[in-house]
C-alpha cells in the first residue's frame, strides 16, 4: 500500500524534505542582512530580542522573543534590527559561520537570538505545499500554538549549539515537528485551507480525504466518498471544492499521479505494479492519466529521473 493514510503525513512523505538548521544569528547593535530569493520553505523563531521583518510585497512585521515564522516561496527579504539600518547581502556572512552561528556585533553585547532553518522537498511534488502557502506566516508566541512552538525553536537552537552525538538526525526531525506544527497553526486561522491543508480540520471533508488516502487504490465514488462524509452527494461536491480547490474525485487522480511521481523517481516498482497500486485495471488506463496530468508518459518519466541521478 502506497502512503499512511493520513492526508499530512503522505504528504510530507512524497515531499522528502531535507533539512539544513543554521546557522544562527546572534547580533548586537543596528544591523540589516538582505537574503536571496530561495525556493520552498524556511522556518526561524526567535530565541531572544526583536527584530523586523521585511518582505517584498508585506507590510515590514516587528518579531519578538518567542514568535516563529514560516516563509514559502518568498521572493528577497530582510531581517533588521529596525527600519533605518541599511541592508547588507547575507550570503557573505552565512559563508563564514563558525560553529553553526553567525555573528553581527560585539559578543558581550549581543541582545538578539535567532533559530533558522531551510527545508527542501523533491522536486517533482514540491508544489504538493508550495503552492498551498502564502509567502509568509507568523505564529506569536501568545497564539494558542505560540508556546509549543517556541519550545521547538528552543530546543532546534540548543541542538545546533551543542554539537552532540546525533544531533543532524534529531535536527531534522525537530524541524520536521516545526514544520506541521506551523501547517497547524497556519490551517486553524485560515477559514478554507486548500487543498490536503483541509485535512486538519476535522470535518466531513477531512474525514473523505483520509479515506482516499487510506486506500488509494479503491474504485472511489462520489456517492462512497459523500456516505462517508455524511453528506449528499451534491452537498459533498460543493464542500470538497470550496474546501480543497478541486472536485473530489480529480483530487483522486492528482494525489494517484503524485504517489505515482514518486515511485517512477525512485524506481521503486513496475509501471503495471504501480498501476495496480494506483487503482487502475490496466498499464494503458493508468499511463492514459499519468499523461494527461504529468505532461509525459509514465515510462518517459521514468527514463528522465533515472538519467539525473538518484531521487533525492
Request: hydrophobic share 45%.
Amino acid at each position: 500500500m502506497l502512503g499512511f493514510g493520513d492526508p499530512v503525513a503522505d504528504a510530507i512523505g512524497l515531499l522528502r524534505p531535507r533539512t539544513v538548521i543554521g546557522p544562527n544569528l546572534r547580533a548586537a547593535g543596528d544591523w540589516a542582512l538582505r537574503f536571496d530569493p530561495f525556493l520552498h520553505v524556511r522556518i526561524g523563531g526567535l530565541v531572544r530580542g526583536t527584530c523586523r521583518l521585511i518582505l517584498e510585497g508585506h507590510e515590514p512585521a516587528l518579531l519578538r522573543e518567542g514568535d516563529t515564522f514560516m516563509l514559502g516561496n518568498p521572493p528577497s527579504y530582510v531581517l533588521a534590527s529596525s527600519l533605518d539600518a541599511s541592508p547588507r547581502p547575507a550570503a557573505p556572512l552565512w559563508a563564514g559561520a563558525e560553529d553553526g552561528l553567525v555573528r553581527i556585533g560585539p559578543e558581550s553585547e549581543e541582545d538578539f537570538y535567532l533559530c533558522v532553518g531551510h527545508i527542501g522537498f523533491a522536486e517533482e511534488n514540491a508544489a504538493l505545499l508550495t503552492d498551498l502557502l502564502p509567502p509568509l506566516v507568523i505564529v506569536r508566541a501568545a497564539d494558542p500554538q505560540g508556546t509549543r512552538l517556541a519550545q521547538l525553536i528552543d530546543h532546534l537552537a540548543t541542538e545546533v549549539g551543542a554539537a552532540a552525538a546525533g544531533g543532524p538526525l534529531v535536527q531534522n526531525h525537530l524541524a520536521q515537528i516545526l514544520l506541521v506544527h506551523m501547517l497547524r497553526a497556519h490551517a486553524g486561522r485560515t477559514d478554507r485551507p486548500a487543498g490536503w491543508l483541509g485535512a486538519l480540520n476535522e470535518d466531513g471533508v477531512g474525514a473523505a480525504l483520509r479515506a482516499v488516502h487510506a486506500d488509494v487504490a479503491h474504485s472511489w465514488s462520489l456517492k462512497e466518498l459523500a456516505e462517508i462524509s455524511h453528506m449528499s452527494r451534491s452537498v459533498f461536491a460543493r464542500a470538497f471544492k470550496s474546501h480543497v480547490g478541486v472536485p473530489p474525485l480529480e483530487y483522486l487522480i492528482q494525489w494517484r499521479m503524485s504517489l505515482a511521481r514518486d515511485a517512477l523517481a525512485r524506481d521503486t516498482l513496475s509501471i503495471s505494479e504501480l498501476a495496480r497500486a494506483t487503482g487502475y485495471r490496466s498499464e494503458s488506463a493508468f499511463s492514459t492519466a499519468f499523461r494527461r496530468v504529468v505532461g509525459s508518459s509514465p515510462a518517459q518519466f521514468r527514463n528522465r529521473a533515472r538519467q539525473s541521478g538518484p531521487a533525492r
